[in-house]
């Protein structure tokens, strides 16, 4: 994370921490974490402390501390309300829901999991809707039946050339800043594709778009 830039430093320690979750080595978690919460009361800024307060959340949910969980996602949604943007909105309530789940708050945690769900799949993040919609059918919720979010193409076919391109770069580790150098564009018109790659990949971050376009490089060609 040293290598990327401060605006989204509390985004990669995120990143970070699932991959270490997935890994079963909570201690690293727990790291990314704590470097995750500094970052973000050194910058104060909504989204960050919302990507700060989930990673405590996730931490919380594996230490099986639902109750604690509850109260972190909460922090996040009203961090990520006061942002006003809407895919961190819906990310967090998705989190506060599973957390609702796990403390055994079901009715809230069913309220709360289908306005993520419908949010999600209106923005096309269809890996968090979908984990949205397992966690509504294992609390034996009736899920609305709802199609693709992105169109007739899905995962890398779905996206522009210059989107692969940055998606390219990303998976390369550059940062934004390096991106944008290269491009010959802005940084916010770096951010503005990426948040148009997660949409379309239905993904939350750049190590998924990352996993994605790896993946599709090991695949040989046709």
């Known amino acids: ?28 978690a727990e790291a990314c974490a704590v470097r995750a919460e500094a970052c973000a009361s050194q910058l104060g800024r909504p989204v960050a402390l919302a990507h700060a307060a989930r990673c405590r959340a996730e931490i919380l949910l594996v230490q099986e501390r639902a109750a604690a969980a509850v109260t972190a996602a909460e922090r996040s949604f009203e961090a990520a309300a006061d ?10 309530r998705a989190l506060l829901g599973r957390a609702l789940s796990a403390a055994g708050e079901r009715e809230r945690a069913v309220t709360t999991l289908r306005a993520a769900e419908r ?3 209106a923005y096309g993040a269809r890996g968090l809707r979908d ?11 009736r899920v609305e039946p709802r199609g ?12 522009s050339p210059r989107e692969r391109e ?9 940062t934004n800043a390096a991106i944008a150098a290269k491009l010959f564009l802005s940084e916010k018109t770096i951010e503005t594709h990426l948040r148009s790659v997660f949409r379309k990949l239905g993904v939350s971050s ?5 996993r994605q376009v790896e993946a599709a490089r090991r695949e040989p060609a046709a």
């Open 148 to 159: 693709p979010a992105v169109g007739a193409e899905d995962g890398l076919a779905a996206l």
């Open 1 to 28: 994370a040293a290598h990327v830039v401060p605006a989204e430093r509390t985004l990669a320690f995120q990143d970070l921490l699932l991959v270490e979750l997935q890994c079963g080595r909570l201690a690293e």
């Open 166 to 174: 940055i998606s390219e770069l990303v998976t390369d580790r550059h």
């Open 131 to 141: 984990t949205a919609r397992r966690e509504l059918r294992r609390l034996g919720a």
């Open 119 to 121: 949010e999600l799949d």
């Open 83 to 92: 942002s006003g943007a809407a895919y961190e909105i819906a990310a967090s």
């Open 206 to 210: 750049r190590v998924d778009v990352a």
